[in-house]
């Protein structure tokens, strides 16, 4: 099943209030972009964050899953969790590089 269209809108409305969010769809699922950083992975209606140093405290409650076939083990957010999405955020913000440009 891949994540619908109220889904992944549900999920930025959540943190925009405090960042610049933006959303892209890849292979049918959804990076969510904070401040033009690559923060989140939305698959199958499910946010998935990057099991991060930084984050092993914060998160060390919260359930694990794989996002696709193939991936490292994540975090599973629980986004309707605002306390917790925001400082899971923030931390993800400062951490997580730009993107590298591509060369054509």
Do not use: R, W
């Amino acid at each position: 099943m891949a994540t619908t269209e109220e889904f992944i809108l549900f999920v930025c409305e959540q943190i925009k209030t405090n960042f610049c969010v933006s959303y892209k769809k890849m292979f049918g699922e959804y990076m969510v972009y904070v401040n033009d950083k690559p923060v989140l992975l939305v698959c199958d209606n499910t946010v998935f964050v990057k099991k991060l140093e930084e984050l092993k405290i914060l998160m060390q409650d919260s359930e694990v899953g794989v996002p696709y076939k193939g991936a490292k083990e994540h975090y599973i957010l629980d986004i309707e969790n605002s306390d917790l999405t925001n400082q899971v955020v923030q931390i993800l913000e400062k951490v997580t590089p730009f993107p590298k440009k591509k060369m054509k």
